[in-house]
C-alpha cells in the first residue's frame, strides 16, 4: 500500500472530525485496558513473566543467526521448505512462485501483518490469484480496501451498520432484503461465505507469532480458529514471518505466549494456538502435502545495529495502542501506514523511511503509557526521542522553528539577557491583555486557535525571589 | 544455497558484530531451561482446570469410564437438540465405545464440511488456563477440530497436567513432534464487530470436554 504517513496532521484531522470513528475508539479505551488489567491480576507471576521474556529475546537476539539456521536445519528435517528473502520483493516473488508452482487458483489468507507489510494480496490478486482473508475483521477491511487500523483488531474503528453494508455490496448474490442488524447476522453470513473459501482454497498463508529454533515449528495464535482451517485445508501452507519472530524452545515460546494473550486482549491465552511442524505425516488423513516457510528479514538486521535493537523484542500484541493517548484519538489509519500506534511511531520510519513517516514519533507526548504496559519493555518514548533527533539533525525542519529555538538558546545561555527579555515581554503582554487573556497572539495561533492564551500576571520567579518573597 | 540467505545471515552477523562463540545456544537447544511456571500450573488440580474451561465457555462433563463416555455424550447431545450423527476419530480407543448403545450412529474419517458433531481424543489437558492439547496424526485428524459446529473432546484425567511445559515434557517423550500440535481454550470466537465477543466464527460454536476419571497422572 502506498503510505500516506507524511500527510499525518490532516490524516489526524479527518480522524478527529470523524464521528464513527470516535465512538469505536471510545470503545476500544473502554474495553482492552480493563481487561488487561483484570488478566494481569489475575497472575501474580506476570511481571516474573515479562521479565523472563525479556531475558529470552534479548538472548535469542543476540544469537539470531544460530537460533535461525537451527529453525531452518529443523523445518527441512520435518520435510519443510525455507526461504529467505532480503525484502518485501524478493517475499512477494517467493510466494508467487510457490502459488504458480502448485498450479494454485485459490488462495486463503491468515493474518498477518509481514503480509500487510509486503502487501501481498495485492501482488497475488494482480498475478490472476483469488485471495481471501479468512480473519473476519481482516475480511472486512479486504472488502473495504482498507488497511488495518489495529494490529490485532484491524477492523476495529467500524461499525455494524458499515460492516453491513460492505456485505450488502460484496455479497450480492444473497437476498438484498436480509436483515443484517445483529452481529450474529453478520457473523453467520461471513461464516457460511468463507467456509466456501476455505473447501476450496489451494494454498493457505498464514502469519508466525513466534517459529521454534528447537522444533522447526511454527506458531500462530488466533482466536477463531481460521489459521487451522488455512493450514489445514489446502494442498500447500506457506508461513511468513519476519526473522526476529524465532525463540529457542518449545518451554521459551511457553513463556511468550503466557504474556501475549494477556497483554493483546486481556485473555489468559488465545482459543487457538497452532504449532505447525512440516507437512502431512504418513497415515495423516488431513494437512498439506507441502509447507514453506517464508523468512524475511525487510530491514530487520539494519534494526539490530544501534538504537533500535530492543524493537525487534516486540510480540505485536498491541497493548501499546490500547493505552495511548494518541491512538486512542486519532486511530490507527492516521499513521498512514501499516503499523500503528507507539509501536507503529517506531517501525514505520526504520521500514519505509524517517523522510515520509518523520510525523510519527513526533505524534506523542512521551507519556510513558506504552512502555509501561509493553509486555516486553521496549523503551518506546525512548525510541521515539531517538527518532526526533534523527529527524532534527537531518533538518530541515521549519525554518521558523530552526529560528525561534536558535534565538532561544541564545537568550537562554546569557541569563541576564534572558532576565531582561523574558521580564520586558510578560510587562508588555501584561498590558495589552484584555481581561487577564488573549483570543489571538501573533505567532501562537497554533495555541489560540483553540483556547485563550492567559497573561502573564506579575513578575517572574528569580525577580520575585530576589525580593525576598521566598513563600 | 541461496544468494539471499547468505545475504541475511552476513547482516545479521554484521550487525551484532563480535560475540562469545557459543554463548549458551546449543546448551539451551538440547536442555531447554524451565520457564516461569505459573502457581496455577503448579499442580495438575482438576478444579483449576474446571476454572480455566468455564471462563471462556468450555462445557465439562465427567465419567466415571471410558464405557461411560457414550451415554454422557448422548445426554449432552439430547439436552441440546443436536444431531445423534457423529464423526468419530479413527482411534483405537475411541472404537470399541458402546456408541450403538447410547443410540449413535458412528462414522469414522477425518472432518468435512458437513459433518455437525466431532469426538476427538485429547493428548492432554492443561491446568493451567483450561486447555485442551490436541495433536495431528492418523487417529486424530485435525479437521474433527475445526470443521463441526459441535466439537466433543473426550480426555482422561491422567493426562491432565499443569502446566504448557508438562505437556511438552510429554510430547518430547513421544518423539518427533506431529505435523500439528494445537492448544484450545474455548469455542471459536471473534471480537471484531464493534468488539463484542461472538461465538461460533469459523470453527465450532461449541467446545464439550468428556473427563474420564481415571486417577492422576
Known amino acids: 500500500m502506498d503510505a500516506t504517513s507524511h500527510t499525518f496532521s490532516a490524516n489526524a484531522r479527518t480522524a478527529l472530525a470523524d464521528v464513527k470513528l470516535q465512538r469505536a475508539l471510545d470503545r476500544l479505551a473502554e474495553g482492552f485496558p480493563a481487561r488487561r488489567r483484570d488478566a494481569v491480576a489475575r497472575l501474580p507471576e506476570f511481571d516474573a513473566l515479562r521479565d523472563a521474556a525479556v531475558a529470552i529475546k534479548d538472548h535469542t537476539i543476540l544469537n539470531l543467526d544460530r537460533y535461525l539456521e537451527r529453525f531452518e536445519a529443523k523445518v527441512l528435517e520435518a520435510g519443510g521448505r525455507v526461504h529467505w528473502c532480503r525484502d518485501a520483493a524478493e517475499a512477494r516473488a517467493t510466494i508467487l512462485s510457490i502459488c504458480t508452482r502448485a498450479k494454485a487458483k485459490s488462495v486463503t489468507k491468515g493474518k498477518t501483518m509481514v503480509g500487510e507489510e509486503i502487501a501481498i494480496n495485492d501482488h497475488l490478486a494482480a498475478n490472476g490469484l483469488d485471495v481471501v482473508e479468512t480473519d473476519l475483521g481482516e475480511y472486512i477491511i479486504q472488502l473495504r480496501g482498507e488497511p488495518p487500523s489495529h494490529i490485532i483488531a484491524p477492523a476495529i474503528h467500524l461499525s455494524k451498520d458499515q460492516v453491513a453494508d460492505t456485505f450488502r455490496k460484496a455479497h450480492g448474490t444473497l437476498p438484498p432484503a436480509r436483515p443484517l442488524t445483529e452481529s450474529r447476522a453478520l457473523l453467520e453470513e461471513a461464516r457460511t461465505v468463507l467456509r466456501s473459501r476455505f473447501l476450496g482454497a489451494d494454498v493457505g498463508i498464514t502469519g508466525a507469532n513466534f517459529l521454534i529454533a528447537e522444533t522447526g515449528s511454527t506458531v500462530t495464535v488466533t482466536n477463531e480458529g481460521n489459521a487451522e482451517l488455512t493450514m489445514t485445508l489446502p494442498r500447500v501452507h506457506i508461513v511468513l514471518a519476519s526473522i526476529e519472530k524465532v525463540v529457542p524452545t518449545l518451554e521459551d515460546a511457553a513463556t511468550m505466549l503466557r504474556v501475549l494473550a494477556r497483554s493483546a486482549t486481556g485473555q489468559d491465552v488465545s482459543v487457538y494456538t497452532s504449532f505447525a511442524t512440516g507437512p502431512r505425516r504418513p497415515g495423516d488423513l488431513d494437512g498439506p502435502e507441502e509447507f514453506n516457510v517464508v523468512l524475511l528479514d525487510n530491514g530487520r538486521s539494519a534494526m539490530l545495529e544501534g538504537e533500535l535493537r530492543e524493537m525487534l523484542r516486540c510480540i505485536r500484541c498491541g497493548a501499546c495502542l490500547n493505552h495511548c493517548p494518541v491512538y486512542a484519538a486519532v486511530g490507527g489509519h492516521a499513521y498512514g501506514w501499516v503499523y500503528s500506534g507507539p509501536m507503529g511511531a517506531v517501525l514505520t520510519p526504520a521500514l519505509i523511511g524517517l523522510d515520509p513517516a518523520k510525523h510519527l514519533p513526533e505524534a506523542s507526548t512521551l507519556c510513558g503509557r506504552c512502555e509501561e504496559v509493553c509486555p516486553m519493555r521496549i523503551p518506546i518514548p525512548k525510541m521515539l526521542r531517538h527518532w526526533r533527533e534523527r529527524s532534527w539533525q537531518r533538518g530541515p525542519s521549519a525554518t521558523r522553528s530552526r529560528f525561534g529555538l536558535a534565538v532561544w538558546a541564545f537568550v537562554a545561555a546569557r541569563p541576564r539577557l534572558y532576565r531582561w527579555a523574558t521580564g520586558a515581554v510578560a510587562a508588555l503582554l501584561a498590558r495589552l491583555a484584555t481581561r487577564g487573556r488573549f483570543a489571538w497572539l501573533p505567532f501562537a495561533s497554533a495555541w489560540t486557535g483553540t483556547r485563550d492564551f492567559p497573561a502573564p500576571e506579575g513578575r517572574g520567579f528569580v525577580a520575585s525571589w530576589n525580593r525576598g518573597e521566598r513563600r | ?217
Request: a negative charge; one cysteine or more.
Open chain 2, 1 to 217: 544455497m541461496s544468494v539471499a540467505r547468505a545475504a541475511v545471515l552476513s547482516s545479521v552477523r554484521r550487525a551484532l558484530g563480535a560475540r562469545p562463540s557459543a554463548s549458551g545456544v546449543e546448551a539451551r537447544l538440547t536442555e531447554p531451561p524451565p520457564g516461569v511456571i505459573p502457581a496455577r500450573g503448579r499442580n495438575d488440580s482438576v478444579a483449576m482446570f474446571l476454572e480455566g474451561a468455564a471462563r471462556v465457555g468450555t462445557t465439562v462433563d465427567r465419567a466415571a469410564s471410558a464405557a461411560e463416555v457414550p451415554a454422557r455424550i448422548a445426554a449432552y447431545l439430547a439436552e441440546r437438540n443436536l444431531s445423534t450423527a457423529i464423526k468419530l476419530a479413527p482411534d483405537p480407543d475411541l472404537r470399541d465405545l458402546p456408541w450403538a448403545e447410547a443410540q449413535l450412529q458412528t462414522r469414522e474419517g477425518r472432518g468435512e464440511d458437513h459433518d455437525t458433531v466431532s469426538v476427538v481424543q485429547a493428548f492432554a489437558a492443561v491446568a493451567e488456563t483450561g486447555t485442551l492439547v490436541m495433536i495431528s496424526g492418523a487417529e486424530s485428524p485435525t479437521t474433527l477440530n475445526c470443521l463441526p459446529d459441535t466439537h466433543i473432546v473426550v480426555v482422561h484425567s491422567r493426562d491432565l497436567v499443569g502446566a504448557y511445559d508438562d505437556a511438552w515434557a510429554r510430547l518430547r517423550a513421544r518423539g518427533a513432534l506431529p505435523r500439528l500440535v494445537t492448544w484450545i481454550t474455548g469455542p471459536s470466537r471473534t471480537a471484531d464487530i464493534e468488539q463484542e465477543i461472538l461465538v461460533g466464527i469459523h470453527g465450532p460454536r461449541r467446545l464439550h470436554v468428556v473427563m474420564i476419571d481415571d486417577g492422576q497422572a
